[in-house]
């Protein structure tokens, strides 16, 4: 079945570095990959979103990266600010179009001062 | 921008009673919500799509007497757990896509936190 999955359940980085968060899927027919940022006790947030016909998409401070060859895809987040500090969760799109996203087990980000 | 309220956001509740979890879309209208369950530390699970005027479609593995989905109006789903136990203990969100922000962009709720004693 269509799956997607997170290289590593946690990361941690230093105030200010750049920080990577990976993505794999499953589902070659997957038509956009959406990224969302969950804070404590709240709902996902939307970050960015990517459509299959790009390999990359660029927004403020956040940089989503999209390999369909490997299918992978990856979130770059500039200069990692603590507010930062959350779980991200990649989501894919299914290839029916209904709307239904299949999220991924999330990577906790944490980031140092 | 595109706004999805819960009510209520969290709710403590006994053992056997049923909950009522609502679902609105402030500023746009959705024939189209999903229902998500999240566990502790665990990812979001899609429980079922809930269509205005017409049946949920629940995913494989939800039972569909347990949790009722009605879906009355453009702008609110209601999602009632009905005779609740300790396991159905989690956190339900719903989403909606407001449409003019991509394909398929689902705006969440804040979430409704469920204990069951």
């Known amino acids: 079945g269509e799956s997607v999955g997170l290289h590593l359940p946690t990361l941690s980085v230093q105030e200010g570095d750049n920080s990577i968060i990976n993505c794999a899927y499953s589902?070659?027919?997957?038509?956009?990959f959406i990224w969302y940022k969950q804070e404590s006790g709240k709902g996902p947030q939307f970050i960015i979103d990517?459509?299959?016909?790009?390999d990359k998409r660029q927004g403020q401070r956040v940089t989503v990266l999209l390999n369909k060859t490997v299918k992978h895809l990856s979130l770059q987040i500039a200069a990692t600010q603590p507010g930062d500090s959350a779980v991200y969760f990649c989501?894919?799109?299914?290839?029916?179009?209904?709307?239904?996203?299949?999220f991924g087990q999330g990577t906790t980000l944490q980031v140092k001062p | 921008g595109a706004v999805v309220s819960q009510h209520p956001s969290w709710v403590i509740c006994k053992s056997g009673t049923s909950v009522k979890i609502e679902c609105r879309s402030l500023?746009?209208?959705?024939?189209?919500m999903f229902w998500y369950r999240q566990f502790p530390k665990q990812s979001l699970m899609l429980m079922a799509t809930?269509?205005?005027?017409?049946?949920?479609?629940?995913e494989q593995g939800v039972e569909k007497d347990k949790f009722l989905i009605n879906h009355a109006s453009l702008t609110l789903s209601t999602l009632t757990v009905t005779s609740a136990h300790p396991e159905d203990s989690s956190f339900y969100i719903c989403?909606?896509?407001?449409?003019?922000?991509?394909?398929?962009?689902?705006?969440f709720g804040a979430g409704s936190r469920l204990t069951v004693l």
């Open positions: 989501a894919s799109g299914g290839s029916s179009n209904t709307g239904k996203l299949i």
């Open positions: 589902n070659s027919a997957s038509d956009y």
């Open positions: 990517i459509r299959s016909n790009m």
């Open positions: 500023d746009f209208q959705a024939t189209t």
């Open positions: 809930s269509n205005e005027g017409s049946k949920a479609t629940y």
């Open positions: 989403s909606a896509n407001p449409g003019g922000t991509g394909a398929n962009v689902l705006t």
